[in-house]
T-cell receptor, first 113, second 117 residues
Framework: GENVEQHPSTLSVQEGDSAVIKCTYS??????FPWYKQELGKGPQLIID?????GEKKDQRIAVTLNKTAKHFSLHITETQPEDSAVYFC????????????FGDGTTLTVKP | GAVVSQHPSRVICKSGTSVKIECRSL??????MFWYRQFPKQSLMLMAT?????????EQGVEKDKFLINHASLTLSTLTVTSAHPEDSSFYIC?????????????FGPGTRLTVT
């Protein structure tokens, strides 16, 4: 089955700096890669996603890149703000796995003002 | 759009009792709903997948007789924790998808904090 590894587990940056979180996956059949932001005591919120036919996607300060050959994808947050502090999860979904998501272990991002 | 609600947001129950958690898709029809549990500082663990009108598919190690899932309509799925014990205390989260062949977006509910005393 699919295995997703996420790094780093914790990340602390100064406000205004960029943050990068990386994930690798194992199943070459995976073709959808969402990123979620989870604040304490709340459910995950989809912040950006990318499909396997695209190499990069950007939405304001957030971007995701995908390298299918290397089986890794990354989340980039620019001009970080204290409200970006949260736990971020990557996930991979394979067309052969009934739409089930395999999640990374999460990255706790702290943006210091 | 794509709003998923859960009720209740928090519940405290006594050991041995049953608790029902509802998951609703408010503005779309959810052909598939997923139920997860999440322990503190850990990732989401998939418990089961439910498709409207059919029996849920449980992940390995999840007791189907303890965690009863019903997906009777395209907007409602329920998870009932039967004979709850303190070790069932956790954060339960549902997600809903209107996945067609090429769409896999899942929209998560706000979660339900279950505490069994």
């Amino acid at each position: 089955g699919e295995n997703v590894e996420q790094h780093p587990s914790t990340l602390s940056v100064q406000e205004g700096d960029s943050a990068v979180i990386k994930c690798t996956y194992s199943d070459s059949a995976s073709n959808y890669f969402p990123w979620y932001k989870q604040e304490l005591g709340k459910g995950p919120q989809l912040i950006i996603d990318i499909r396997s036919n695209v190499g990069e996607k950007k939405d304001q300060r957030i971007a995701v890149t995908l390298n299918k050959t290397a089986k890794h994808f990354s989340l980039h947050i620019t001009e970080t703000q204290p409200e970006d502090s949260a736990v971020y999860f990557c996930a991979a979904i394979s067309r052969t796995n009934a739409g089930k998501s395999t999640f990374g272990d999460g990255t706790t991002l702290t943006v210091k003002p | 759009g794509a709003v998923v609600s859960q009720h209740p947001s928090r519940v405290i129950c006594k050991s041995g009792t049953s608790v029902k958690i509802e998951c609703r898709s408010l503005d779309f029809q959810a052909t598939t709903m997923f139920w997860y549990r999440q322990f503190p500082k850990q990732s989401l663990m998939l418990m089961a997948t439910s498709n409207e009108g059919s029996k849920a598919t449980y992940e390995q190690g999840v007791e189907k007789d303890k965690f009863l899932i019903n997906h009777a309509s395209l907007t409602l799925s329920t998870l009932t924790v039967t004979s709850a014990h303190p070790e069932d205390s956790s954060f339960y989260i549902c997600s809903a998808s209107d996945s067609g062949v090429s769409s896999y977006e899942q929209y998560f509910g706000p979660g339900t904090r279950l505490t069994v005393t």
